[in-house]
């Protein structure tokens, strides 16, 4: 499946069902809740709550990036901005942005190390 194929069957099949009508601020409403469906099985795949069975876990973070990408796709046609072309732009973006992989990655060590800094810290006994 193709990028740009996907969101004009998206478009219309929303047509076919009258869906295309709705305001675009509350797709985006709805994108948010799906981010946050989300959010909550990423912590859980995370260990933030203990006991939970990874692959239901998995499966259901499956579900839910398909449903906050049919949002932002739709989001995308409603407001006339074709993501084939965005995510293209997005890529030479990156590429104008961090050409030199060495620098890249040393970017990279500099948030880990902060990263872990913050763990240590959080890890301290309060005084």
């Known amino acids: ?38 959010a909550r099985l990423v912590l859980a795949l995370d260990g933030y709550k203990a006991g939970e069975d990874e692959e239901v876990l998995r499966q259901q973070l499956k579900e839910e990036f398909s449903d906050l990408f049919v949002f932002l796709f739709k989001l995308a046609y409603q407001m006339g901005i074709d993501v084939e ?35 240590r810290d959080l890890k301290k006994p309060s005084s």
């Open 1 to 38: 499946m193709h990028i740009r194929e996907y969101q004009r069957w998206l478009e219309q099949w929303d047509k076919e069902r009258g869906w295309d009508r709705v305001l675009p601020a509350h797709t985006l409403i709805h994108a948010l809740e799906e981010l946050g469906e989300i």
């Open 85 to 119: 072309e965005a995510l293209k732009a997005g890529q030479q973006k990156a590429q104008a942005r961090y050409p030199d992989l060495e620098q890249a990655r040393d970017a990279g060590e500099v948030y880990r190390r902060a990263l872990e800094k913050q763990v």
